[in-house]
Nanobody
Framework: RIAPVESGGGSVQAGGSLRLSCVLS????????IAWFRQAAGEEREGVAT????????WYADAVKGRFTISRENANNTHYLQMYSLKPEDSGMYYC???????????????????WGQGTQVTVSS
């Protein structure tokens, strides 16, 4: 059973940093798109960053460009979202999502992804 598992959330003050991790439990494929989404209370889930297994070029939402970095560590099937210069508006539940078998990250919509983690909470105080 494929189950992304997130960790690394927490509470920080504005300007602080966090690194989120996502382990793709049960997944052994070599071609996929991984994404981070976030959802604030009362808001829709929005794409934050995507990365394809065969392309080092990532996509970032405008709101996080220059502050967030998505990366992977192939040895342990783990993906990361490094977040710097956090703002209160970055607060929310962060989810890791996987789309296996795709040749690219063609969509940043949540409907494009097949497997989701349970989420990890990020709270940024001013």
């Amino acid at each position: 059973r494929i189950a992304p598992v997130e960790s690394g959330g927490g509470s920080v003050q504005a300007g602080g940093s966090l690194r989120l991790s996502c382990v793709l439990s049960g997944f052994t494929g070599t071609r996929y798109c991984i994404a981070w989404f976030r959802q604030a209370a009362g808001e829709e889930r929005e794409g934050v960053a995507t990365l394809h297994s065969g392309d080092p070029t990532a996509w970032y939402a405008d709101a996080v460009k220059g502050r967030f970095t998505i990366s992977r560590e192939n040895a342990n099937n783990t993906h990361y979202l490094q977040m710097y210069s956090l703002k209160p508006e970055d607060s929310g539940m962060y989810y890791c999502a996987l789309k296996p078998g795709t040749y690219g990250c063609y969509s940043h919509s949540s409907t494009a992804f097949n497997y989701w983690g349970q989420g990890t909470q990020v709270t940024v105080s001013s």
